[in-house]
DNA sequence: ACCACGCAGTCAGGTCCGTTGCAGGTTGTC
DNA sequence: GACAACCTGCAACGGACCTGACTGCGTGGT
């Protein structure tokens, strides 16, 4: 089940958000405006996805996820944007794994992208690779030790814990960790599996992550 | 190599799309509407893998999915639902191990979810001949017991395997090792032959690799 | 405005290992 | 026994990978 945050200041924008998502099996948490958001919605609050207008009356939105953020709230974001805002940089802030819905909206589609971006954003479950990540506070925990991961650390890291026993190709993790279909040199990957393999020694990781020559990594 | 079928009606995605697939290394077979589709990506068509927009002129992508598996099509499916689109229960047809997609997309992103499905949807063969070839980890299992192999290894006795109980020539041998036409000498493939004899019986597999004089070799 | 800091990405050099073919021994066939 | 086909061990090559250090960028604090 997932617990889904919301800031919203329209009573009705909530109420149909609210009955839509409890009629999908999701668990709701309100915020009315900015202050309740950063009060209700943080790092400890359980949410996994946030739902933040970018029109609240004593803040904006993308304002409110900056603060959420630095407050180490990292669940994915979806932006409620009104019809006849200004667009520019709408598309800026998709980065990060974000991303908007213009109002008015169908409410199936913002259950969709709530439901993709979730998606995206799951911790892998700790039974298939003996390590816990945790994308809300950027981590790998192996019982009581815990070692904090960069972004993309946590992304490629992920991606290949995902496939935990199998092999994943140096392309499909790249596009995995790169999402925006980024160029990236070659050899970036190969520092980053360096930096996890360092940061997984510090915690006693029980797993390897082995280099399978000529197609990609895998972890054991 | 993968075989990629792909419906969509908007000419711009289908180029994206069989522009990245392509280079990727995959094949792509095109349809621009339902009827097509059920004409070029039925149950004979080779197909591994559907990415099937919903948003069709003539017909629901989801319909054509539910056509194509009446017809015995069982190819894992990827949706590709339109921004603006209603989505009534879009959720629903996630079963079956199928996936969708939101436009628009990052082509990255389509591109993991379709190696993601097609490796899903290919279980190891267990095979004739008691050995597991699992080409996702590059490696043999038979029981628990394992083996890494390497690329070229691999390549040369899924052939051999895939044939067990025939003779496979040594031209033959050579033709699916070896693919792009390289000359290779002939006293290399013994070598290989040797090394996979080797790895063989490191997990006492049940089989020989016998060698048919002036012919080629064999699996029993 | 400035600086300190952390992250992303790149580079250069070194190391490792998959691939290949050689040399010499062994087996099978006539 | 003679010859060819095959087996075995080994060593060279080259590309893939590892490593450590460096640059540039953005952020947050002073």
Redesign the pocket.
Known sequence: MTVVGICEDDPDVRRVLTDALKMNGHRVVIARNGREAVENLGRHSGVDVLVLDIGLPDADGRDVC?AL??GGQHAPALFLTAFDAVHDRVSGFRSGGDDYVVKPFAIAEVLVRIESLVRRSRPVPASTSGLALDPERLSVRVGDREV???????RLLGAIAAEAGNVVR?RTAVAA??PDG?????????????RI??KLATIDAPVEL????????SLR
């Open positions: 900056q953020r630095s904090a991961l960069t972004p993309t650390e946590f140096r960790a790169w980024a160029i990236v040199n070659e050899n970036t990957i190969d520092s980053y599996v360096r393999r360092v082995t280099t399978v020559r000529g197609v990609g990594f």
